[in-house]
C-alpha cells in the first residue's frame, strides 16, 4: 500500500480525532500536491452543515417527537402536511352538491365521478404509498377516494361533516 | 444493569432498551445526542435548510415507530442516517426541480476574513457546490466519511451496500472534488 493511500485512509479519522499524522506523515503532506488537496478535501467536507447544526433546535424537536411518539394516530404536522388534500376534495363535494342538489344519480353518463376524479386523483398520484396510506388513515371512514365516486349518495349533514373533519 | 459509555452516559441500545420500556426520557436523550450530526448530513446531502428540521424530526418519529425491525447489527445511528437518507430521497421526489443544494451568504468568504480563512471558507464553499453534483451515494458515502467519520463497514450498514462498494464511492467522489478546488 502506497504512502498516499495509507494517508487517505486515515484522513476521516485523523480530521474527528481519533488518530494523529506522525511527523513523517506531516512530512508527505508537506510535499504530496495530491494528498495535501485530498486533506483540504477533507477537512472542508468535515464542516458542511455546522451553521445548520448549530441553528437546529434540538430541544424543540425531541419535545415534538416524544409528543408525535405518544399520539400513534399522527401529530399535528402529519395533518398540516395533507390540509392541501383537503382543498380539492372539499370542492369536488361541493361541486357534486351543486351539479346535483337533489342527491339523484348523474342523468347522463357520471358527470359527477369525472368532477371528482380530475379534482382529486392527480393530486393523490403524486404522493407516495406511505403517504397515501397515511391520508387514507386519515380520513373518516366515509371520506376515502372509493367513497368519492358516491358523494351524490351523501346527505347535506353528511356532506356539511364530512368537509369539516377535512378542514380541520 | 445499563451499559454505559466510556464518558459514563448510557449507550444508545440501553437508551432504546429504556424507551421500548416506556421511558420517555430516554428518547428524548437520544434525540439530543443525534439530532445535529443528523441535520448537518441531511443539509450536506441535498436538503434545503429550511427543510432540515422537519426531516430530522419525522426521521426520529420513523425510527422509534419502527424499532422493532432494528435488529442492532448496525448501530443506532447508521440506522437513523439510513432512515434519514431514505426521506430525503423522497422529499426530494416531492420537490423535484428544485435545487439540491442552497448556499446562503454566510457560507461565503468575508471581504474581513484574513486570506488563509478566506480561502478555507471557499474551498468549503466549492466542496458544497461540487457535493450537488455528484451521484447521491457517492455525496452520501463522502458525507459519512469525511463529515460524519463513519468507517467503510458503518457507512455499508447505513447505506445499504457493501464496505468495498462504500470504499470506491467514497475515492470517485474524492476524486471530483479535488478537481474542483485544484
Known amino acids: 500500500m502506497s504512502e498516499c493511500t495509507q494517508l487517505s485512509d486515515r484522513m476521516a479519522a485523523v480530521t474527528h480525532g481519533r488518530n494523529e499524522w506522525s511527523a513523517t506523515e506531516k512530512a508527505h503532506l508537506a510535499s504530496c500536491a495530491d494528498c495535501a488537496a485530498e486533506w483540504r478535501v477533507v477537512q472542508s467536507g468535515a464542516m458542511i452543515g455546522a451553521e445548520v447544526a448549530a441553528t437546529l433546535p ?71 404509498a406511505s403517504d397515501l396510506e397515511l391520508v387514507l388513515e386519515l380520513l373518516p371512514d366515509r371520506a376515502g377516494p372509493v367513497e368519492i365516486r358516491s358523494f351524490e349518495e351523501l346527505t347535506d349533514d353528511e356532506v356539511t361533516r364530512l368537509i369539516n373533519s377535512l378542514e380541520g | 444493569m445499563i451499559e454505559l459509555q466510556p464518558a459514563g452516559d448510557p449507550s444508545d441500545a440501553a437508551l432504546v432498551g429504556a424507551w421500548q420500556a416506556g421511558d420517555q426520557r430516554a428518547a428524548t436523550i437520544l434525540v439530543r445526542r443525534h439530532a445535529a450530526a443528523l441535520g448537518r448530513f441531511l443539509y450536506g446531502a441535498g436538503a434545503p435548510p429550511e427543510a432540515v428540521e422537519d426531516l430530522v424530526q419525522e426521521t426520529f418519529i ?63 464553499c466549492r466542496i458544497e457546490g461540487g457535493l450537488a453534483t455528484l451521484p447521491r451515494l457517492q455525496r452520501e458515502v463522502f458525507l459519512l466519511r469525511a463529515q460524519q467519520g463513519m468507517e467503510y463497514d458503518e457507512i455499508a450498514l447505513a447505506l445499504g451496500t457493501t464496505a468495498g462498494a462504500a470504499r470506491v464511492h467514497y475515492h470517485h467522489a474524492v476524486k471530483r472534488l479535488k478537481e474542483l478546488i485544484a
Not at chain 1, 74 to 85: Q, V
Not at chain 2, 83 to 96: M, P, V
Request: net charge neutral; proline share 6%; no cysteine.
Open chain 2, 62 to 124: 420513523k425510527a422509534f415507530r419502527g424499532l422493532d425491525g432494528w435488529r442492532g447489527e448496525a448501530s443506532f445511528r447508521s440506522w437513523l442516517f439510513r432512515i434519514g437518507s431514505n426521506l430525503r430521497k423522497d422529499h426530494f421526489r416531492r420537490e423535484r426541480g428544485r435545487q439540491v443544494v442552497q448556499l446562503e451568504d454566510t457560507d461565503l468568504p468575508s471581504a474581513a476574513d484574513p486570506q488563509g480563512e478566506a480561502e478555507a471558507s471557499e474551498t468549503g
Open chain 1, 58 to 128: 434540538v430541544d424543540f424537536v425531541a419535545t415534538r417527537v416524544v409528543a408525535a411518539l405518544k399520539d400513534p394516530a399522527g401529530s399535528r404536522r402529519w395533518w398540516a402536511r395533507f390540509r392541501w388534500f383537503a382543498l380539492p376534495v372539499a370542492a369536488a363535494a361541493a361541486v357534486a352538491l351543486v351539479v346535483f342538489p337533489g342527491g339523484g344519480p348523474p342523468s347522463q353518463g357520471g358527470t359527477a365521478t369525472e368532477v371528482a376524479e380530475v379534482s382529486v386523483l392527480p393530486e393523490l398520484e403524486s404522493l407516495e
